[in-house]
């Protein structure tokens, strides 16, 4: 076969470096933003960020004392390149420019504020701070026992403290305890058991308990040796029968059985629900008072607000970066464009970091431009929603809004996720806004969302010694003119983390 040379004309998608970096841009969070832009910044020294806090130009005056120069927010005019896209010239420097700011600090009162080494290493051990820092359960523990044991004793009580959960609980059995112990400690199976009971006697009552039935038991005798409680005035009669049920009939009480636990333990219904009353003020685990509750916030990046009577969908500001590109740089490598003798390979290597530097802030514009517009289109079609809360949600897809915005579907899915949009009734990802449809009577549709919504707004309002079963909130679903199934019903149910009807059911 002879080979030959032939030219073909032929369409392909290629994904350039830029749209690919736009991208990535798009389906980041906020935070995942923030840390894109530290490491871009850390690999191009041309890029600078203007709403830094801490981001001070530092100078040295002709003095040669420190100042302290304009914030780099305030320097917009002095940018190549900004974020909204806009160039202005370089302003030179006036006479009198070495001169503070009216309202700058001077180079004494910088050091001061910053301190010298020694007055911030005595700052980072100062009272204050370890006075506010929290204790750990372990630690909590150790300190109790300190002054309170001999030495043997105490080593087997922290030996049994390393093996407390989160909760305050002690997994491992004694027989398993005492093998870990070294042979020639020579530990007795009593002197463990009186390691533990010495480990329960310490605060929070309820603490080194091997199972929910020991720690509630030993709070309830607690609660009974402390007269100046408010549990004094229970009678001494329903202490008992509360420790007979947590001791032999914790499970049934947990099921709620209270007919069945009623005939066992042969009592009356107000004595049970004293006894239940009482079991509930206990805490089944004393040791979560000492865990790490510190909140996980989230920042929305998206507020909806009603301006002339519309619901209108605006950008945080706070979460949006300030970029430029370094002008003292940028006017460098201008000067070094005209140099004969530059070296080119230095010079290309200079010109594509400000070429990097641009995509990426124009990048992050559109990126922004892009959320906004999903989200006012995401507004526009969930209205209702925003006057009268979930129980108006309409059905929504993602082509709805991917038709609206004349964007894919997949750009619609990766501005959605990890976004979050602030709205009378809370914060909520974009995706929330987003469901599936359930038919109605009437031949319309009604959103997953709404039918969620009104299913904790009728258990909300039933009566708890005789909640609505399943079956029973699919008819008044259907009565309303929403069809579902009473497997659809106890599947919205779960999703919002409402027990079963049993688990509803209270004396």
């Not at 490491?39 to 191009?44: P, R």
Request: with cysteine.
């Amino acid at each position: 076969m002879k080979p030959s040379l032939q030219f073909r004309v032929s369409q392909h998608l290629a994904l350039t470096p830029q749209l690919q970096q736009s991208i990535r841009l798009l389906q980041l969070s906020t935070l995942e933003l923030n840390q894109e832009l530290e490491q871009a910044m850390a690999d191009n020294p041309l890029l600078e960020r203007d709403d830094d806090p801490l981001a001070l130009a530092m100078r040295v005056k002709p003095d040669g004392s420190i100042a302290a120069d304009v914030p780099l927010s305030t320097q917009e005019s002095a940018t190549g390149d900004s974020l909204n896209g806009h160039d202005a010239p370089a302003q030179s420097d006036a006479p009198g420019a070495a001169d503070d700011p009216p309202g700058m600090l001077d180079g004494n009162s910088l050091i001061e504020w910053r301190g010298t080494g020694e007055a911030a290493e005595e700052d980072e051990t100062s009272p204050l701070n370890w006075a506010g820092t929290r204790l750990s359960l372990r630690e909590h523990l150790r300190a109790q026992i300190a002054c309170q044991a001999s030495s043997r004793d105490r080593a087997l009580v922290e030996l049994l403290i390393e093996a407390l959960d989160e909760d305050g609980y002690l997994h491992p059995t004694l027989e398993e305890m005492l093998a870990v112990c070294p042979e020639e400690a020579a530990v007795e199976p009593e002197e463990l058991l009186t390691a533990l009971r010495l480990l329960q006697s310490l605060e929070p009552t309820g603490i080194g308990a091997r199972d929910a039935a020991e720690c509630l038991l030993l709070q309830l005798q607690a609660l009974q040796r402390t007269p100046d409680t408010g549990a004094a005035q229970v009678p001494a009669a329903i202490f008992t029968l509360a420790g007979r049920i947590v001791a032999e009939h914790l499970p049934l009480l947990a099921a709620r059985e209270f007919s069945k636990l009623r005939k066992i333990v042969d009592c009356t219904d107000e004595e049970l629900r004293a006894a239940h009353r009482l079991i509930r003020t206990l805490n089944p685990r004393p040791g979560t008072a000492f865990a790490d509750t510190r909140a996980d916030y989230i920042v929305a990046d998206v507020f909806v607000r009603k301006v002339k009577g519309r619901w209108t969908a605006l950008l945080n500001p706070d979460v949006m970066p300030r970029l430029r590109v370094n002008q003292s740089f940028a006017d460098v490598l201008k000067k070094d464009r005209t140099k004969q003798n530059a070296d080119p390979a230095e010079r290309g290597k200079w010109t594509t970091r400000v070429q990097e530097a641009r995509w990426l802030i124009r990048n992050i514009q559109q990126r922004f431009e892009t959320i906004l517009r999903v989200s006012q289109a995401i507004v526009d079609r969930q209205h209702n929603f925003f006057t009268h809360g979930a129980i108006a949600m309409r059905p929504l897809v993602l082509r709805e809004i991917a038709d609206t915005v004349e964007l894919h579907e997949s750009t619609i899915s990766r501005v959605t996720s990890h976004k979050y949009m602030a709205t009378p009734y809370g914060i909520f990802e974009l995706k929330y806004f987003f469901g599936s449809h359930v038919a109605t009577e009437t031949g319309g549709a009604a959103s997953s969302t709404a039918i969620r919504a009104l299913i904790k707004q009728l258990i909300g309002a039933e009566d708890n010694r005789n909640p609505l079963s399943d079956s029973k909130l699919a008819e008044l679903l259907g009565e309303q003119g929403i069809v579902v199934a009473r497997r659809t019903v106890a599947k919205y149910r779960e999703a919002i983390k409402i027990p079963a009807v049993a688990l509803r059911k209270s004396l």
